[in-house]
DNA sequence: CCCGCTATGACAACCTAGGTGTCATTATGG
DNA sequence: CCATAATGACACCTAGGTTGTCATAGCGGG
């Protein structure tokens, strides 16, 4: 019946990864509230936060690609991304490889804000850094970004 | 201008936090998926999954409580709890502590319902557990409970 | 013992994140 | 050169989740 248990010690993993799911959920709702809390200082929405967010640390891309990046529908990066741009945060620039889909580039505006948010979530990120060892935020990264994949690929059943 | 900066490392600590946070998003989105996919066969909505989940390694508790635990509002809790109950999944009982507020048990049916779903996850997440290490888990669900205490602190600014 | 405070439950209104479905357009590659 | 796939735009919808309000009932202090 189990047959692909490569250890015994399985089952036990895999209740500890059910908690790490427990915890995501209630992190998740936090981080967001949190972000709303400070983005709508910006006008900024959890989505436009996202496109910007995106565009800071990956430099200029399509909005498909942010959609696959971040598991999102491609209908909705989109309308984040129209309402970024018409808030001046981003703007569009052609696309070498694309003529029809062109790339998202934070404008000066759009870096500042992101900038002011992401600074903001920092400072507050600092407060607990100290206790965490950075092996332990690596392996955290490791288990969850394994998680993210594997949620990926069953997309079917 | 960083007065409260306990370590030199600490920068790139917060940034590696913040990659964790970029990564609870689309994790907690696919999860959603994930469990939508799967828990309609049995007409249960997420929170009401919620509920049960709560109930099932909690034991009884009441609704303020629930809410508290899972960073959700008291009168969402209730609803889920109303609906979980119209469907059977769980029921009142008196509670010695508090006569107001009844405390919320799993029936027979709720702890076989529940008790399906996650067999049913649990299964998934056996694809993985192999590759991850339990120190790996462990660092993983110190690191997430870490900010989500911190999160709960910094309600008030 | 009573009175005010607070916690609970019930209900309603609302918000917004995010998905889906569709259509027109335009590349782009075979 | 044409078929197919990818993009953008728009409309509509679902549901997760909050907030606000009200009535009620415990409870704790005077």
Redesign the interface.
Known sequence: MRE????P??G????????????????????QR?VE?DAPLEGLSVGVR?VL?MLREHGPMTVPQMGRA???SRQFVQRMTNDAAGLGLVEFMPNPAHKRSSLIRLTDEGEQAIGAV?ER??R?????????T???????????????H???D?DM?
Chains 1, 2 share one sequence.
């Open positions: 692909t248990d490569p250890s010690a399985t036990a993993l895999t209740d500890r990864l059910a908690e790490v799911f427990d915890l995501v959920g209630p992190l998740y709702r936090r981080a949190k809390q996202a967010n971040q598991a999102l992401v979530e920092r507050v990120l600092r407060q607990i850094g100290g206790d965490l950075e092996a332990e935020i690596d392996a955290c990264l490791r288990v969850l970004s394994r998680l993210l594997l949620l990926d069953i059943d």
